[in-house]
């Protein structure tokens, strides 16, 4: 018998019936493949910078050089990393004609690595770069030097790196397919994050609203809590896995 006594199996049996689920991730489903979040990578050489410095079009424009090396080293960290556990078991969900969207706001492409066809990035991804002016994305070798970006082969601008800074808009095309995929959820399943960053955060929420269940996976307490209908304090390579296997198969 399933009961709030055993969460686990409540939050297996909700997911399991979901044949349409979304998957909302945040940085914590990178953290055990040991992809730091924005702020805790500000260390070591990089400490005395500020995210105004590092991920603000004013801070890029200011010195695009500066910008564009904290950049390289966080796309060869994220290369350098695997995908853990959580990210093949999202991967693997998607199976006997459930349909699996993975909404993200990391931009580490570990969800794509690890298999995942059907994700949608929120803040953009660090393995591509755009023109600064908005003439498209970058030319093939465009990562050639890791020091300085090279020049929009169009305008002539620094190209820049193709993830959302602070003070800017979410991609609208990316935007809207997540905010379709979670109205036409079964299912929410939220790892690793904590249910703040606006306007992300207002797609499980409304969700949440309309009765769709969420279970929420976290070490900490998120904001999403107190809406979910399986709260695990767990980490993701520890929990997902068990609540993606399949009936009767043990992880
Ligand atoms: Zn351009």
Do not use: K
């Not at 969460?7 to 979901?18: C, D, G, K, Q």
């Not at 992809?35 to 010195?63: K, S």
């Not at 059907?118 to 003439?135: F, M, P, Q």
């Amino acid at each position: 018998m399933s009961g709030p006594a055993d969460p686990v199996r409540r939050a297996r049996e909700i997911l399991e019936a979901a044949r349409r689920l979304v998957v909302f991730t945040g940085a914590g489903v990178s953290a055990e493949s040991g992809i730091p979040t924005f702020r805790d990578a500000l260390e070591g050489l990089w400490a005395r910078f500020d995210p105004e410095d590092l991920a603000t079009e004013a801070g890029f424009r200011r010195d695009p050089s500066l910008v564009w090396r904290w950049y390289a080293e966080r796309r060869e960290r994220a290369r350098a990393a695997e995908p853990n556990a959580a990210h093949h078991a999202i991967a693997r969900a998607a199976r006997g004609g459930r349909s699996v969207v993975v909404v993200t706001q990391n931009v580490d492409g570990l969800h794509q690595r690890a298999g995942s066809a059907d994700v949608v990035e929120l803040h953009g991804s660090i393995v591509r770069a755009r023109c600064l002016e908005g003439c498209g994305p970058a030319p093939a070798g465009w990562e050639g030097d890791p020091r300085t970006p090279p020049p929009c082969p169009a305008c002539g601008v620094p190209l820049r790196p193709d993830v959302v800074w602070f003070g800017e808009w979410l991609p609208e095309a990316a935007f809207a397919q997540a905010a379709h995929a979670c109205r036409e959820a079964d299912a929410v399943l939220v790892v690793g994050t904590s249910g703040l960053v606006q306007p992300a955060a207002g797609l499980p929420i409304a969700a949440a609203r309309r009765g769709c269940p969420l279970v929420v996976v976290d070490p900490r307490p998120t904001a999403l809590e107190p809406l979910a209908a399986v709260n695990l304090r767990q980490t993701a390579a520890r929990a997902v896995p068990v609540l993606l296997a399949p009936d009767g198969s043990a992880p």
